[in-house]
């Protein structure tokens, strides 16, 4: 291990081809993002406001969308003076972003390659397509580099995305030691194989789904095997307590909760102490409001309100994520002067080992691949084992039914019974969600 500055690094050659890293743009933002996390709170809002008023000026002048918001609210962006005032912002839904469309949510005057198509996972409904800001993409990098040395892992030492499918830009090479591993058609005969690869690539940290990591660590308790790496970030659904102690024993690793989506990656982290999430002020502005009334509150459960302050291609301001969290008004032993926020109650999904020994991970799942057909989608898993797909089709349902039924045979183990249904909608559940998994209790 080699250490500059307070940056751990697998060796020296690690070091220096960071350090240069594209005219040292990572280093400089590495470094700028980890002296924010000496800085005291009032600093730190401080920046938070500079940001925040740029963010509203910049989307008032060249954002269709928020100019028509922001003066239908009565709210104007140049009068703005402190974080006290926010409130008066309006609030965003995804359904306004969708409904608007490209024309009115992108931003006008900004170079056409830094425009980054993405979409979120439409766990909770159809998803958004949208643009990410190219120019912050060094910003995003270097905030997940900071989780992993937060965790105790070094810049350099190998990790592992678990994901069916491999994030955008990935890399591999001398300095590149992140892999992706699919856990698409997952079978319990390839556990041995899986575990081979993690101690032959040297994982020091592992990234997945919960449900996903409790159900492999449930099969290598069963198997007797344990394997030991540094650090295990969890995210993308609920991680529940017994999840947690699971994986620990299996990979003598500690597990942190975490926080992100689409819209803003790593919004939040635990610490050591694992008391709540810790987010930066200076990526993001992170609410909780009631769902009704849209009152921000603190130390109660509410929905979670993000504003990325680093997407100026198309800006996500005030909006309303669908996932449930608490703000905390009190601050961490651990030294740490960011925010604390509770685990988010986000998505609760399920990963089931079949009768043949297939894993089945309902988050692997992507029927929105077929979204120019669909207009809505929820898969039941019945208590009797059976996985009813709930399509609300565009075009000829027959054809609809067709496409969908043949992507997931595509993934589901053969043993399972499947039944295509074309319904005119999906109703949401008690909470007004409409999740794209459903597992009968």
């Not at 190219?134 to 937060?150: G, I, M, P």
């Amino acid at each position: 291990m080699f250490k500059h500055s307070g940056v751990r690094f697998k060796s020296f050659l690690h070091y220096l081809h960071f350090r240069f890293k594209r005219k040292g743009d990572y280093w400089r933002t590495l470094l700028e993002q980890i002296s924010y996390e000496n800085m005291p709170l009032e600093e730190l809002r401080r920046i938070q406001f500079e940001k925040t008023k740029r963010l509203l000026i910049h989307a008032y002048e060249n954002v269709p969308f928020y100019r028509k918001k922001f003066d239908a609210a009565g709210f104007n962006p140049y009068k703005f003076k402190s974080m006290k005032q926010y409130s008066s912002v309006p609030v965003t839904t995804k359904e306004e972003l969708r409904n608007a469309g490209h024309e009115q949510t992108k931003a006008k005057g900004i170079p056409a390659d830094r425009f980054v198509s993405d979409k979120t996972a439409g766990s909770t409904g159809k998803p958004l397509f949208f643009f990410k800001d190219s120019a912050f993409e060094v910003s995003e990098a270097c905030a997940l580099l900071r989780e992993h040395l937060r965790a105790g892992v070094s810049i350099g030492d190998p990790c592992v995305i678990l994901r069916g499918n491999p994030p955008k830009g990935l890399k591999q090479g001398l300095f590149h030691s992140t892999y992706f591993y699919s856990t698409k058609k997952f079978e319990e005969e390839k556990l041995l194989d899986f575990l081979s690869f993690l101690k032959q690539k040297r994982i020091q940290i592992i990234d997945g789904f919960p449900s996903f990591l409790a159900a492999v660590a449930k099969k290598m308790r069963e198997k007797g095997v344990k394997l030991k790496t540094k650090a295990i970030l969890a995210g993308g659904e609920m991680l529940f307590p017994e999840q947690r102690k699971l994986i620990q024993e299996a990979f003598s690793s500690e597990v942190f909760d975490r926080y992100g989506a689409a819209e803003g990656m790593g919004i939040a982290m635990e610490c050591n102490l694992h008391n709540g999430l810790h987010y930066d002020p200076t990526r993001f502005v992170v609410e909780v409001l009631d769902e009704k009334s849209h009152e921000t509150l603190v130390d109660k459960e509410g929905v979670v309100c993000l504003t990325n302050l680093e997407n100026y291609a198309m800006p996500f301001i005030r909006y309303l994520m669908n996932d449930r969290a608490v703000l905390h008004s009190g601050r961490c032993s651990c030294g740490l002067e960011f925010p604390l926020m509770s685990s988010v109650k986000g998505r609760v999904l399920d990963a089931l080992w079949t009768r043949s020994g297939k894993l089945l991970d309902f988050n692997m799942l992507d029927p929105y691949e077929h979204y120019d057909m669909l207009d809505g989608f929820q898969m039941v898993l019945r208590k009797d084992g059976t996985i009813e797909a709930r399509i609300v089709p565009l075009g000829n349902p027959e054809q609809v039914k067709r496409a969908v039924e043949k992507e997931l045979r595509e993934y589901l183990d053969s043993s399972i019974k499947l039944l295509v249904k074309a319904v005119d909608s999906i109703p949401p559940d008690r909470t007004g969600k409409r999740p794209c998994v459903v597992v009968e209790r």
